[in-house]
């Protein structure tokens, strides 16, 4: 999304935040399905409770994709560009997204292999610490660097979103150490 901006690419830009859209309904689609088969399965999982609260922690971590886009898709361009805030919420969107990744091998790594689950689990708090650390350089830059408020409060919140992702992510990790560690 930032690099469709920055091109001014507003068909690329479009298509991505109907993508988003669509990948947000399938969470929660599939937090719902996660919900009913838990719900019919009920007293023979031990875990329900922490799957359940899981799987509505990931359906959170969706909106929060679609709000970052939106927000991100109305600050200007040249805003972007001339407080050189483009490279660092590119590298922010970065590491979140290969948290997100580390999830899913996570969530794969369950049936077959809960140590290396419990690993992978561990990865995602390193990552987690870099967004930490990249989410307060980009916060100062962002104060010292935009004069515009309107600018300013838009792209404090695309980067507080990021790191809320990030935290909301982290937590559906320690879930499943947790769920890795029962079974």
Do not use: W
């Not at 969470?27 to 922490?50: C, H, P, S, Y």
């Not at 959170?60 to 805030?85: D, H, P, R, W």
């Not at 490279?87 to 969530?107: F, M």
């Amino acid at each position: 999304l930032p690099d469709l901006m920055m091109k001014k690419d507003k068909t690329g830009i479009k298509n991505v935040l109907e993508q988003i859209s669509t990948i947000e309904e399938e969470v929660e689609n599939l937090r719902r399905k996660i919900t009913r088969e838990v719900a019919d399965v009920g007293g023979l999982i031990m875990n329900r409770e922490n799957l359940l609260n899981t799987a509505y922690t990931m359906d959170e971590i969706a909106g929060y994709i679609t709000g970052i886009s939106f927000k991100l898709s109305n600050v200007k361009v040249t805003t972007l560009k001339s407080s050189k805030l483009d490279k660092d919420i590119t590298k922010l969107i970065e590491l979140v997204v290969d948290e997100v990744y580390k999830l899913n091998e996570i969530i794969r790594s369950l049936n077959t292999n809960t140590a290396n689950a419990i690993e992978l689990a561990q990865e995602t708090q390193t990552i987690e610490r870099e967004i930490d650390i990249k989410y307060r350089q980009a916060t100062i830059k962002l104060l010292t660097e935009v004069t515009n408020m309107k600018e300013v409060m838009l792209i404090k919140d695309v980067i507080e979103g990021i790191e809320e992702m990030a935290d909301k992510c982290q937590k559906v990790s320690d879930s499943f150490i947790l769920l890795a560690l029962s079974l």
